[in-house]
């Protein structure tokens, strides 16, 4: 699908005494929402329920109201079994045989935020989410949703590594949204499906550091000049915020959010069936720049990151956005880092 393979991502599994967990046949998925009862978190469970992959579907929340929607959720005639738990006293038995963890869990933006003056409030939820992965599920695959991503994947990473169960395949910030988003701005300007196009998009997910390759879109995409090529590159980039504004206080995205949320839960599940070929973008543990995490196109497979694609070859406009964008992930990284050590 994307162009260039560079190599593939270490596994420190081995070095942590990690099975693969895997069987080659496995169809049957427990797959956890943690952040279950919110605006991405309900409609993500929904799109869940139907994906024929899940036979179990654990949803937690904090929020009163979540056993209700795993009640609701349950009277769907899909085979999938559901659960609701609520509060930290029913988060491990929620965790527990998970082979995969979506995390929506925490605050979203209003109007005039950036994502990192959410760092104060999510940072918490997503370290002790992680823990109680850690010690209940070691080997489950986390899939984190809560922003600012840049920073809760390796908040993430270090308390994994803390536990002693680090295996770096196993950790992903969705980056979905921006993939999805640029196929459909694509499909729009091309007047085509925008299922049709395939566009990576790498660096991070925030401002700066979402890159998207529009010199790699298949099919190219029929823009004139520079100067639309930048101004699509910066709606890409900006395309939170507007749906942040739009929604005038009352949130960030949440469906665009949950159906990308649920593709990429679907092509993890897919991965740990054994299907070959499974490609998404994901923000991973990484050594292709000086950033030590990076999103690019992926293999899932059995034990989640099974090959890092690399990002191919870019053009002089994208390598500029690529240095604006490293000082910015190596500062989000090292703000991840710092309060996991702390
Ligand atoms: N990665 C992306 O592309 C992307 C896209 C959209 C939103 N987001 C982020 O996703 C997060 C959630 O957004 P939302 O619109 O669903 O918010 P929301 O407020 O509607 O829902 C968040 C849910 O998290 C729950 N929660 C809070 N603390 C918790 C805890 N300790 N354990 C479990 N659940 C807890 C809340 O009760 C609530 O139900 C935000 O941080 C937002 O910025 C990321
Ligand atoms: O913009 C936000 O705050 C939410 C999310 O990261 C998005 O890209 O929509």
């Not at 600012?148 to 770096?168: F, H, Q, R, T």
């Amino acid at each position: 699908m994307f162009s260039r393979a560079i190599k593939p991502v270490a596994s420190v599994a081995a070095q942590n005494g990690l099975k693969n967990f895997s069987t080659s046949s496995q169809k049957n998925f427990k797959v956890v929402v943690a952040g279950a009862a919110g605006g991405i978190g309900q409609p993500l469970a929904l799109l869940l329920k139907q994906n024929k992959l899940v036979t179990r579907l654990a949803l937690y929340d904090i929020a009163p109201v979540t056993p209700g929607v795993g009640v609701d959720l349950s009277h769907m005639d899909t085979p999938a079994k559901v659960t609701g738990h609520q509060g930290p006293d029913q988060l491990a038995d929620a965790i527990k045989g998970a082979d995969v963890v979506v995390i929506p869990a925490g605050v979203p933006r209003k109007p005039g935020m950036t994502r990192d003056d959410l760092f104060n409030t999510n940072a918490s939820i997503v370290r002790d989410l992680a823990a109680c992965v850690a010690k209940n599920s070691p080997k489950a695959i986390i899939a984190i949703i809560t922003n600012p991503v840049n920073s809760m994947v390796p908040i993430a990473s270090e308390v994994m590594k803390k536990a002693g169960v680090y295996d770096p395949n196993r950790i992903l910030g969705v980056t979905t949204l921006d993939v999805v988003r640029a196929a459909a701005f694509i499909g729009e300007i091309n007047g085509v499906d925008p299922q049709t196009v395939s566009i990576p998009v790498i660096g991070g997910h925030s401002g700066v550091t979402i890159i998207p390759l529009l010199s790699q879109s298949k099919p190219a995409v029929k823009l004139s000049d520079q100067g639309k090529i930048d101004a699509l590159t910066k709606r890409i980039q900006e395309a939170g915020t507007e749906v942040v504004k739009a929604k005038a206080g009352g949130g960030s995205a949440t469906l665009s959010m949950a159906y990308a949320g649920a593709r990429l839960t679907g092509s993890v599940l897919r991965g740990l069936k054994g299907e070959s070929n499974v490609v998404e973008c994901a923000y991973i543990k990484s050594d292709l720049t000086e950033a030590t995490y990076f999103a690019n196109p992926v293999v899932l497979g059995k034990n989640g990151v099974e090959k890092n694609l690399g990002f191919g070859s870019l053009n002089d406009y994208e390598k500029q956005l690529l240095k604006a964008a490293i000082p910015e992930l190596q500062k989000n990284i090292k703000t991840g880092e710092d309060f996991a050590k702390k």
